[in-house]
């Protein structure tokens, strides 16, 4: 019987680092009611008049790091108002989390369950901690994972760096399941195999360099 050329290439992985939001979280579902209020204020104030309030449009901000928004929407606003706003949205965030409006992808608590079993699951999430904690508990994911790293612990530094600073902790060989280009990009300059979701919040474009695409969370089991 002929082997899968792909469940051979990563035949050896002991780790499995995930992006949380647009790879586990369907985050949309509390980031655009939540964003909308901030532009809601940033509007009030003289900023972000020409940007479209999208779901299309929103999506882009998922995945990079929580300054990266306001930085583009409101450059020239005060540091103190934007870092205002921004505590506002993820304020939000949080309690549309508790409310129980945001959903992890369909699936995923299945396959966590089953690669849990052989291997050691991580997070690394450009988020803030508070965040994290909050979803993996109501999500009831938490068990899961051997350890989960939000940036914010670590001042918001670029992933691959992060990963540098934690890798010896991790047991080899790791992949990187991500559906952002800073994902594939962590990877790459870890010399790290990665997996791509297409059905996340990046451009198919952001995938290129992914050793592997997928178009649902549960295809991982096909795989590994």
Do not use: W
Not at 107 to 114: A, D, I, P, Q
């Amino acid at each position: 019987m002929d082997k899968n050329p792909i469940r051979e290439e990563f035949k050896n992985v002991k780790s499995i680092i995930f992006d949380f939001d647009g790879t586990l979280h369907n985050t949309i579902k509390i980031y655009y009611p939540a964003f909308s209020s901030g532009i809601k204020i940033l509007r009030e104030h003289g900023f972000a008049k020409d940007f479209e309030l999208s779901e299309e449009n929103v999506s882009k901000f998922l995945g990079e790091k929580p300054t990266f928004a306001y930085d583009l929407l409101a450059k020239d606003a005060d540091k103190d108002f934007k870092e205002e706003v921004m505590a506002h949205v993820g304020k939000m965030m949080d309690e549309n989390i508790k409310k129980g409006i945001g959903e992890l992808y369909r699936g995923t608590v299945e396959v966590l369950e089953e690669l849990y079993q052989n291997y050691d699951l991580y997070i690394l999430s450009n988020c803030r901690e508070s965040y994290l904690e909050k979803a993996l508990d109501v999500y009831k994911i938490k068990k899961y994972f051997k350890n989960y790293y939000a940036a914010e612990s670590y001042d918001y530094i670029p992933k691959d760096e992060i990963i540098k600073k934690e890798r010896k902790n991790l047991r080899e060989e790791i992949i990187f399941v991500g559906d952002r280009h800073h994902d594939m990009l962590a990877a790459k300059n870890n010399n790290l195999k990665s997996i791509f979701c297409t059905y996340g919040f990046g451009d198919e474009c952001e995938g290129k360099d992914a050793n592997y695409k997928i178009d649902s969370i549960k295809e991982l089991l096909e795989i590994l």
